[in-house]
């Protein structure tokens, strides 16, 4: 990042130089507890020496916000996307400086476990044996150090500023710490820390993108073994992505809409609008109920539903899973344009609320219920719904590079029991449709377990015939690598949207 608030932080005070951290005296490597547990170099010394100095300048408050947002993540379990907002507006950040925490926030989360790496080879010691504060402090401090353009000085010394406030007598520590970091950039430090691809690929694109093991595994299973494509996979999942914006059909559309926010209309939804920046909840298109943000990859897949041929009637539609309500709002645009009307179920009474307010305006029946009592339900009865959506509850692996945490959150224990979850609303939605109803199974995930695993067992338990139908012909002319059908599975790198499956079965 450049520009006017790049070099306001480029001006504060460099720090007074200090050693490598003690390898050999029981330093960060040896056996003490870790710096914040106590204090460092000489105890109270230190803090008396801190108290003697010249008052410094209090860390920028865009830092500090970073700091805020991915401590919160760690310590409560919190999601960026809604925590860094809250404070964003809570500190009154806007313009550069809100952008320079956005990207503080997340690019730190994105590249955690690479920064650890490197944090505990600098540290001689493993990051998780630094106290919580100091470790997210030493991360957005390599973070600004190895990936992005702040000069060495200004992202050690505002860091040291940072360990100041969070710390006791951890800043030496960091200090020193942080300097050995700024010794190697990037490139560098993967070549010493990651195996090497000839006999270790999986190992090394963890370390170099930033990947968990398992994560790289189910990515490069699902793109055929192909390790280049999935290098491009896990790069995308590292940058930044855009905003994109769904235009309610019969309430505008993309051109109007992209007119009027500074966008572009998508390269493929019919419906999407590219944003080039800025606050989309300000937009007066989102308030008045003409537009919602949407990943164009879910526009994609919901549309698809929509404008699968159908024999017979076309007047009541299901969306099972239907929180928080992107997908139920352009199904029920659509709907509206057609007489039919869209029934949403959501189990959680929270995300049924929000559904509730996403289709406000449109013909949509929000059901508080869970989606697996079709048949037990009297507004849930067997064999009534035209069309299904069945937009299932996943491990989110699609969609990392919007949910940075996600990936350090999920783990391979994780999909037992979402799978069995899966196979029984897939299940409930055969038999919730009627004959010759189509239902379409949707994840943002494309591990193979929850896509084709999932799809393929719970076709087979449902109990009612299914045929598969190739959803290639459903999805616009001239997109490319979807694949033989008869699913399509949507990429990052392939597409610009989020790794989003979909399958589309006709009850027979």
């Known amino acids: 990042m450049t520009g006017p608030t790049e070099r306001r932080y480029d001006e504060q005070r460099t720090p007074r130089p200090d050693r490598r951290p003690d390898r050999s005296t029981g330093g960060p490597r040896g056996d003490r507890p870790a710096y914040g547990d106590r204090p460092a170099r000489g105890g109270r010394g230190d803090d008396r020496r801190d108290a003697r100095r010249p008052a410094r300048p209090a860390v920028d408050l865009p830092r500090h916000v970073a700091y805020q947002a991915v401590a919160a993540v760690h310590r409560?379990?919190?999601?960026?996307?809604?925590?860094?907002?809250?404070?964003?507006?809570?500190?009154?950040?806007?313009?550069?400086?809100?952008a320079f925490a956005t990207e503080l926030t997340y690019g730190t989360l994105r590249h955690i476990g690479t920064l650890d790496a490197i944090l505990t080879d600098a540290a001689g010691r493993?990051?998780?044996?630094?106290d919580p504060p100091v470790r997210d402090a030493l991360r957005l401090g390599a973070y600004q150090l190895l990936h992005t353009r702040v000069p060495a000085h200004a992202a050690v010394s505002s860091t040291v500023d940072l360990v100041r406030e969070v710390g006791?007598?951890?800043?030496?520590?960091?200090?020193?710490?942080?300097?050995?970091?700024?010794?190697?950039?990037?490139?560098?430090?993967?070549?010493?820390?990651?195996?090497?691809?000839?006999?270790?690929?999986?190992?090394?694109?963890?370390?170099?993108?930033?990947?968990?093991?398992?994560?790289?595994?189910?990515?490069?299973?699902?793109?055929?073994?192909?390790?280049?494509?999935?290098?491009?996979?896990l790069i995308e999942d590292n940058e930044r992505p855009p905003v994109h914006l769904c235009a309610r059909p019969g309430l505008t559309d993309p051109v109007t809409l992209a007119d009027e926010v500074g966008g572009a209309p998508g390269?493929?939804?019919?419906?999407?609008?590219?944003?080039?920046?800025?606050?989309?909840?300000?937009?007066?298109?989102?308030?008045?109920?003409?537009?919602?943000?949407?990943?164009?990859?879910?526009?994609?897949?919901?549309?698809?539903?929509?404008?699968?041929?159908?024999?017979?009637?076309?007047?009541?539609?299901?969306?099972?899973?239907?929180?928080?309500?992107?997908?139920a709002a352009l199904l029920g645009a659509l709907a509206a344009q057609r007489g039919a009307r869209l029934t949403a179920v959501e189990v959680s009474e929270h995300r049924a609320r929000l559904v509730g307010q996403a289709t406000r305006g449109l013909p949509v029946t929000v059901l508080h219920t869970d989606g697996r009592t079709v048949g037990a339900d009297p507004e849930l009865p067997e064999g009534h719904f035209d069309r299904v959506l069945v937009d299932a509850p996943c491990t989110g692996l699609g969609a990392l590079r919007r949910r940075p945490e996600a990936r350090w959150r999920k783990q391979p224990s994780d999909l037992p029991p979402l799978t069995r979850l899966q196979r029984e609303l897939l299940s409930a939605a055969l038999r919730a449709a009627r004959p010759g109803g189509l239902v379409a199974y949707v994840t943002c995930s494309p591990h193979t377990v929850e896509t084709h695993?999932?799809?393929?067992?719970?076709?087979?338990?449902?109990?009612?015939?299914?045929d598969f139908v190739d959803a290639r012909p459903l999805l616009p002319a001239g997109m490319p690598g979807l694949g033989d059908g008869p699913s399509v599975q949507l990429w990052p790198h392939r597409h610009g949207t989020d790794a989003m499956f979909l399958a589309v079965l006709r009850r027979g």
Do not use: M
């Open 267 to 327: 390269a493929f939804s019919p419906y999407a609008v590219y944003l080039a920046g800025g606050a989309p909840g300000d937009l007066p298109a989102l308030a008045e109920g003409r537009a919602h943000v949407q990943d164009e990859g879910s526009q994609l897949v919901a549309g698809a539903l929509a404008v699968a041929p159908l024999d017979g009637p076309d007047a009541h539609w299901l969306d099972l899973c239907a929180g928080p309500g992107g997908k």
């Open 453 to 466: 695993v999932t799809v393929t067992e719970a076709a087979r338990r449902a109990g009612v015939p299914a």
């Open 126 to 130: 493993d990051v998780a044996r630094i």
């Open 168 to 233: 006791i007598g951890a800043t030496g520590f960091a200090n020193a710490v942080l300097r050995e970091v700024a010794g190697r950039d990037a490139d560098a430090w993967v070549a010493k820390l990651a195996p090497a691809f000839e006999t270790d690929p999986v190992g090394h694109l963890s370390l170099a993108y930033s990947h968990p093991q398992w994560i790289v595994r189910s990515f490069a299973e699902a793109l055929g073994g192909d390790l280049g494509e999935t290098t491009r996979l």
């Open 76 to 98: 409560d379990d919190a999601y960026a996307n809604l925590v860094l907002p809250a404070l964003l507006r809570q500190e009154r950040l806007t313009g550069r400086d809100a």
